[in-house]
């Protein structure tokens, strides 16, 4: 057995450690995968796997990590991308690293140049781009501005990029999370021919069904350490989730335990808004909709359907508003700007994937102060002692990961400064929190700590509005539901009434 596996693996990385100032993010972690085989790497936010591919990949050379890897059985030492992509190694990493003010085809070759002679042979490479193009099942024109794409397109895109490199390992840091159902499946369905094709894939999620539906066996991460690799078709998804989080998990979403108050705290009317982009196009039309005290409204809609760009324009950041107003507590708001729906009670915590809303650069005692600052002040001046308090506990709250609160955001996992994000809103102490997309890239423990916490604050008396594309959350945490397409209001469910079919109905028209 143990022969046949040597034989069929193309790359097995062993004893892998990686220290970072205070965190020892990898912690003696071996990795095998087999030629041919989509091979899952899953664990908890901030278990090492964004990390164990940046050493696979050569963003961390050898000599900065200790372990060995080896590809086809020989041993490797990448000095940086360059080498592995030698290899045959190509990663997508979490945060999308196209340039949007160039085309496709520039996209896919950059860094890689067609050369004739000493110039770039963009004839060739338009050919050729047309053709991966074609591979990766995506029909756009190779000149299109990567700008005018959606995510589901770009992440295929970052695929292309891969394929013309010639790879044989292919590794996708969490490439669902920003995609639609649809665009998820089918990336998951061409992922599967390239596995017919020979070629072996690295696939992170958190997403634990999209982990089950693809691949062929799992490996699990816990603080660092390896917990063991298994037989997708040995394991069921509780048995993984405590295999995750160490103990068993036996509901996904915390019992509903506050009543929504009879008094309105939100209240939006005749919403209408056009495209800053597109001249003449309505984005937003006649939007009516209120929402009560310690209620949570989920709202549900397509990708595209507006619900991001009803509440961007209602903090005043985004569209060109013709007509509407917004009132909180009966009264209404006149300036609308970040700032000012702050103070005067409403919070956005935006869905933007790769910044999450954070200064990279600042610690996580700075990200998370700094909407709340105003408010924090008593005549101009600001109680450090408490403000750090503050922060711890919402740090712990949140069950941020980080070896210091004087930690630098960029240095944290996807997932915790997601957390951080999260965090930085909730100090705000709002009377109506906007969440968009709140749990992207949350591993599920955490997910539901956010879930009672989201409780606990309509418990409150907070007003909380939530935006979130995965139908099975709207469902579990929603006291109502509004579903919004193309730019209105489709239908309103109440908990009792909301279904995934009633919801998918309202969001496609299929009523
Ligand atoms: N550049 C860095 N400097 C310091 N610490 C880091 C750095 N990069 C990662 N870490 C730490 O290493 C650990 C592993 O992080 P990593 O990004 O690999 O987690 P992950 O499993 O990908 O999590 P997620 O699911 O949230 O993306 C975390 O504790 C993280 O804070
Ligand atoms: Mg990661």
């Keep these: 057995m143990g022969d046949t596996m040597e034989q069929n693996s193309i790359l097995e990385m062993k004893n892998i450690r990686k220290v970072f100032p205070g965190v020892v993010a990898l912690d003696n972690v071996d990795f095998t995968v087999r030629k041919g085989e989509i091979h899952a790497l899953v664990g908890e936010n901030g278990a090492g796997k964004s990390t164990l591919m940046k050493v696979l990949s050569g963003v961390y050379p050898f000599g900065t990590y200790t372990g060995e890897i080896k590809i086809d059985g020989k041993v490797m030492a990448f000095q940086g991308i360059k080498d592995s992509e030698a ?59 990567v700008l005018n794409l959606g995510m589901g397109a770009q992440q295929l895109i970052e695929i292309a990029k891969a394929i013309v490199k010639d790879c044989r390992i292919l590794v ?24 017919s094709k020979g070629m072996s ?19 699990v991460l816990t603080d660092g350490k390896t917990v063991g690799t298994y037989d997708t078709d040995k394991l069921t998804e509780d048995k993984l989730i405590s295999l995750m989080v160490g103990r068993v998990l036996t509901q996904r979403y915390p019992p509903i335990d506050h009543t929504p108050v009879d008094e309105t705290a939100l209240e939006v009317k005749g919403w209408t808004v056009y495209d800053p982009e597109i001249s003449g196009r309505i984005a937003l039309d006649n939007i009516s909709f209120s929402a009560r005290k ?33 009132s909180l507590y009966g009264k209404e708001l006149s300036e609308r700007s970040p700032s000012g729906m702050i103070q005067a009670g409403i919070s956005y915590l935006s869905e933007d994937r790769k910044g999450k809303g954070l200064i990279l650069m600042e610690n996580i005692i700075k990200n998370m102060t700094l909407p709340s600052l105003e408010k924090r002040q008593h005549n101009g001046f600001i109680d450090r002692e408490r403000e750090l308090r503050a922060v711890e506990d919402m740090a712990h709250q949140l069950q941020v990961k980080t070896p210091s609160l004087e930690q630098l955001a960029q240095n944290l996992s996807g997932g915790n400064q997601q957390k951080v994000s ?58 109502r539901v509004i579903v919004v ?26 009523m």
Aim: one cysteine or more; glycine letters at 8%.
């Design 294 to 326: 310690g209620e949570i409204v989920g709202f549900a809609g397509l990708m595209g359907a507006g619900r991001t760009e009803l509440f961007l324009s209602m903090m005043g950041v985004w569209g060109r508003r013709s007509s509407g107003e917004i």
């Design 87 to 145: 290899a045959q190694v190509s990663v997508i990493y979490q945060e999308l690293t196209m340039l949007k003010n160039m085309n496709v085809c520039e996209n896919i070759f950059l860094g890689n140049e067609v050369k004739k002679g000493a110039f770039i042979d963009w004839n060739e490479a338009f050919v050729k781009s047309r053709k991966v193009l074609e591979e990766v099942c995506l029909n756009v024109n190779p000149e299109t501005p």
């Design 422 to 479: 999260l965090g930085k809103w909730l100090m705000t102490e709002p009377k109506v929190l906007i969440l968009d997309e709140p749990t992207r890239g949350i591993d599920v423990g955490a997910k539901y700590e956010i879930y009672t916490i989201m409780h606990k604050l309509a418990k409150s008396g907070i007003c909380i509005l939530m935006v979130s594309s995965e139908l099975p959350e709207v469902l579990g945490v929603s006291d």
């Design 485 to 510: 397409r193309e730019g209105k209001i489709a239908g309103e469910l109440l908990r009792a009434e909301a279904t995934q079919e009633s919801i998918m109905a309202y969001a496609t028209g299929g």
């Design 172 to 195: 996708l840091d969490e490439p669902t999370a920003a995609l639609t159902e649809t665009e998820a499946e089918n990336l998951l369905s061409l992922l599967r021919v390239f596995r």
């Design 201 to 219: 894939c690295i696939f992170i999620s958190h997403k634990l069904n999209e982990v089950f539906s693809i691949a062929d066996r799992i490996t």
